[in-house]
């Protein structure tokens, strides 16, 4: 292993007490997240700088008190009983942009970010605007939509490694970047994300070739051409707000943590009963979507599998529905509680492994709960 380990500060190292943070007790996390959804924490800290950070996982870590980080809350699932620990939201502030280098501090609003990076002419992250959540939480899951994916462009990760007690610089390679996971998602009770560092590309004010079809089709340009920047991430933000992709406080469609199902990946013979299994089911003609995904395996729909097996957009009729914008969203209609979310996936997932032979993953982490 070869990241580097930087010194800790003295005033990281030896307080056990937190000072000119937030605390408070009983607090509720739907506010925090966007399915405005759990139970209280026991304790709820917000840090505001690394020192701070670190000092605070340190303080749980010392006293055996189960932790729980909470950066923009797109990602998190919280049952109804809530977290019994200390609940750390990460607020730290800082985007720094020198030549095409860029510096965010991992409490920063990613949508904001990708916004800088056009301003400043730089190409590499414009297609994945619009995407709610921090920046610290984008290496962890290897944040992409649209034919772009935070590991290309992300040079080094900053971390506080909760096992050495260290501050740490692991590489991009050191990350174990791969389809919506890295070594951080691998070993959750690890790693505390601090500052994320990335490469961009100046290309004279256009983006990066376009990957992804769809995108391209809303251009009107061919996949591998570029267009201005700012083109390329107003084009991401209508397609993702018409899919309910972007939050909207007045939008129930938006109360949800956008991707419910990763994109099941299948080796070749998995993907050949597949087949077999969907043109038995919907007929000799009928091609499920299939796209490569390295030597020997094939990535399909979540989408497409959830909408064939039954579930098609606006799905449900109690509190927790599919979004009627996106079959791959689950949403909050309002009045939903946690394990109502859980109930309509539990259904969806059995579903599509009854009519498709393929168990759908959840993206969202779960605290407390499971499918």
Not at 75 to 98: M, Q, S, Y
Not at 203 to 224: C, N, Q
Not at 292 to 309: N, Q
Request: proline share 5%; charged share 25%.
């Amino acid at each position: 292993m070869s990241y580097r380990r930087r010194p800790c500060p003295e005033r990281w190292g030896r307080s056990r007490t937190l000072e000119r943070v937030q605390e408070l007790h009983d607090a509720p996390l739907a506010p925090l997240t966007t399915f405005r959804l759990g139970g209280p924490a026991t304790r709820l800290v917000t840090a505001t700088t690394d020192a701070e950070v670190i000092a605070a996982v340190r303080e749980a870590d010392a006293a055996g008190t189960p932790l729980l980080l909470i950066g923009g809350g797109s990602n998190l699932v919280i049952g109804d009983k809530g977290f019994e620990g200390t609940a750390l939201v990460i607020a730290t502030k800082g985007l720094e942009i020198v030549g095409t280098r860029m510096e965010l501090a991992a409490g920063e609003v990613w949508t904001d970010a990708v916004a800088r990076t056009v301003e400043a002419g730089l190409a590499g992250v414009e297609c994945l605007a619009g995407i709610p959540g921090s920046a610290g939480a984008t290496p962890i899951q290897n944040v992409g939509a649209y034919g772009q994916e935070v590991s290309s462009t992300i040079t080094e990760v900053i971390a506080y490694d909760r096992r050495s007690g260290e501050t740490v610089t692991l590489t991009n390679e050191e990350c174990a970047f791969s389809y919506r996971h890295s070594r951080f998602k691998a070993d959750p009770e690890r790693y505390v994300v601090l500052r994320v560092r990335f490469e961009l590309e100046d290309a004279d004010g256009l983006s990066g070739p376009i990957k992804y079809a769809e995108t391209a089709r809303a251009l009107g340009v061919e996949p591998g051409d570029r267009v201005p920047l700012a083109s390329a991430r107003e084009t991401v933000l209508k397609l993702r707000a018409g899919k309910g992709m972007v939050l909207d406080p007045e939008d129930h469609d938006t109360w949800s943590a956008g991707s419910f199902f990763t994109n099941p990946i299948l080796t070749d013979e998995q993907f050949a009963a597949f087949r077999a299994r969907v043109q038995e089911r919907l007929g000799d003609g009928v091609e499920p979507p299939a796209y490569p995904a390295g030597e020997g395996r094939t990535k399909t729909s979540a989408a497409w599998l959830i909408d064939k097996a039954g579930f098609t957009k606006g799905y449900g009729s109690g509190p927790a529905r599919i979004s009627t914008k996106h079959t791959l969203a689950l949403t909050n209609r309002g009045a939903a509680t946690t394990e109502d979310l859980l109930a309509l996936a539990r259904e969806v997932v059995g579903g599509v492994r009854e009519a498709f032979g393929i168990t759908l993953v959840n993206e969202p982490v779960t605290v407390g709960v499971s499918l």
